[in-house]
């Protein structure tokens, strides 16, 4: 505790409570997220890179932080964290139909 | 040196933090809200106790404590990006600590209380006091998006106005808990007669508030010192400020440091308080607001939410006490006690005025 990151503690299951009965859920949930992440960054850059092709440094820095870029950050960055979470949200979009396997 | 040097990929990475937060403050929140409501209780213990079943509140709970840590030390964290370039940040601090030194004053002898050092506050590893990366790191994750998402930096101005009303001739001025100093900027700016100290207990983020106020030609002193115990004259000050401090020290602590204002504070002086106090939404207001103190390593928003702060003040030695939900704005549903529809950190601004000495004997 109060140590830097060298020396921190185990995964504190109890406190994200996805870990609380699963503690390799916690674990694996974060390592979804951390690709993800890795996904959002590749995107971003592929995205810049998009608008700078063929340019030099100076036109990829503006490219960066032009308008549009900056509002393609911004509308991406709900609907990509939105689309993770949809699966665990709302796991299943169609009815169990088992039961008709039953039709005599 | 720009505020916040962080590369397009680290600015991308933290774009998905923020959408992480955004299913954190809206579906996840809703989900467990509802949950909460049907668990029809009103003690908070309870209604953890039910609500922990339902998908919305795990997911809630998990990126409350995690969404922080992908913030601070994820692939592109904020703390991860400021601890590669730490010998660098640290030139540039001692550097410029050498420019107008009268200004800084920092107290090496000074020991930090428990609370400081042994939190890991925000979850940020070691806190904010060991070393120029934590104190960079610090400021622009502070600066950057709260986990509401509301920019922390509007308020400043409505910090300052109300000091402004509270103590429109103040001349000696303390902004207790400054960290890097933009709560004692704001406050220089509309008192530019004054002198404003920003006071804090950490020495690194006093020398990161040292070198923005050079930037910004406002020439603030910064002096290391704990609110707890200060090393003002008694009655010499006018007014005394903080901004998000008391949410980070234990209820007896606070109540050290509000005996220290007073006595500190001139007869009639001003005190203020810009912190989370007032937790609308009735119990299931006040469950969300422990989970998030233990979540995120902020175990005195749950303490001093709790304290009868009215009642300490007028132990204190106050009078002419006044808190209301000053940011953000409140809807009226959320003013007559309901919870708001996005998950949101109320700031309560209180303000009271010392009472003379003499006639304290006689309240």
Same mark, same amino acid.
């Given at each position: 505790m109060g140590e830097k990151a060298a020396s921190r503690p185990d995964l504190v299951a109890e406190l994200g409570k996805l870990g609380e009965r699963d503690p390799e859920a916690a674990r694996l949930m974060g390592m979804v997220i951390a690709l993800a992440g890795e996904v959002f960054v590749l995107k971003a850059q592929v995205e810049r890179l998009t608008r700078a092709v063929g340019v030099d440094a100076e036109r990829l820095a503006a490219a960066a932080a032009n308008e549009g870029m900056t509002k393609w950050l911004e509308a991406e960055e709900a609907a990509f964290a939105r689309s993770l979470a949809a699966p665990y949200l709302e796991p299943d979009v169609s009815v169990n139909a088992t039961r008709w396997m039953r039709e005599k | 040196m720009k505020e916040a040097p962080l590369s397009f990929e680290a600015s991308a990475f933290q774009c998905f933090v923020r959408g992480l937060r955004g299913v954190w403050r809206d579906e996840a929140y809703r989900g467990s809200v509802e949950a909460a409501r049907r668990a029809g209780s009103d003690e908070p213990a309870e209604i953890e106790r039910k609500a922990r079943e339902s998908a919305a509140y795990q997911l809630y709970s998990w990126l409350e404590r995690h969404s922080q840590q992908f913030k601070y030390y994820g692939r592109y964290g904020i703390v991860r990006w400021m601890e590669e370039r730490k010998d660098e940040l640290a030139k540039v601090l001692e550097e410029s600590s050498k420019r107008h030194p009268e200004l800084l004053q920092l107290n090496p002898a000074l020991e930090l209380p428990e609370y400081v050092r042994a939190v890991d506050t925000h979850q940020h590893g070691g806190g904010i006091w060991g070393d120029a990366a934590d104190a960079f790191a610090y400021e622009?994750?502070?600066?950057?998006?709260?986990?509401?998402?509301?920019?922390? $930096?509007?308020?400043?101005?409505? @910090? &300052? /106005?109300?000091?402004?009303?509270?103590?429109?001739?103040?001349? =000696?001025?303390? !902004?207790?808990?400054?960290?890097?100093?933009?709560?004692?900027?704001?406050?220089?700016?509309?008192?530019?007669?004054?002198?404003?100290?920003?006071?804090?207990?950490?020495?690194?983020?006093?020398?990161?508030?040292?070198?923005?106020?050079?930037?910004?030609?406002?020439?603030?002193?910064?002096?290391?010192?704990?609110?707890?115990?200060?090393?003002?004259?008694?009655?010499?000050?006018?007014?005394?400020?903080?901004?998000?401090?008391?949410?980070?020290?234990?209820?007896?602590?606070?109540?050290?440091?509000?005996?220290?204002?007073?006595?500190?504070?001139?007869?009639?002086?001003?005190?203020?308080?810009?912190?989370?106090?007032?937790?609308?939404?009735?119990?299931?207001? $006040?469950w969300l607001q422990a989970? @998030? &103190? /233990?979540?995120?390593?902020?175990?005195?928003?749950?303490?001093? =939410?709790?304290? !009868?702060?009215?009642?300490?003040?007028?132990?204190?030695?106050?009078?002419?006490?006044?808190?209301?939900?000053?940011?953000?704005?409140?809807?009226?549903?959320?003013?007559?006690?309901?919870?708001?529809?996005?998950?949101?950190?109320?700031?309560?601004?209180?303000?009271?005025?010392?009472?003379?000495?003499?006639?304290r004997g006689a309240t």
């Open positions: - | 622009t994750s502070s600066s950057a998006y709260s986990f509401s998402l509301f920019n922390p $930096r509007t308020p400043m101005e409505l @910090y &300052a /106005a109300t000091a402004r009303k509270l103590a429109p001739q103040a001349k =000696a001025i303390l !902004d207790l808990g400054c960290t890097s100093g933009g709560s004692t900027r704001a406050l220089a700016r509309v008192f530019p007669g004054a002198r404003v100290i920003g006071v804090d207990v950490c020495a690194p983020p006093l020398k990161l508030a040292h070198l923005r106020s050079l930037e910004q030609g406002v020439l603030t002193h910064f002096r290391q010192g704990n609110a707890e115990k200060l090393a003002d004259a008694d009655a010499s000050v006018d007014l005394v400020a903080s901004h998000w401090l008391y949410h980070e020290m234990p209820p007896a602590a606070v109540r050290r440091s509000l005996i220290e204002a007073r006595r500190v504070l001139k007869n009639g002086g001003g005190f203020m308080a810009y912190d989370m106090y007032l937790v609308p939404g009735g119990a299931i207001g $006040r989970g @998030y &103190a /233990a979540r995120n390593n902020e175990p005195f928003a749950h303490t001093y =939410a709790g304290m !009868d702060m009215e009642k300490e003040l007028r132990a204190a030695g106050f009078t002419d006490i006044e808190m209301k939900i000053a940011h953000p704005e409140p809807s009226p549903e959320v003013q007559a006690g309901e919870l708001p529809p996005h998950r949101t950190h109320y700031m309560t601004m209180i303000t009271a005025k010392a009472l003379p000495i003499a006639a």
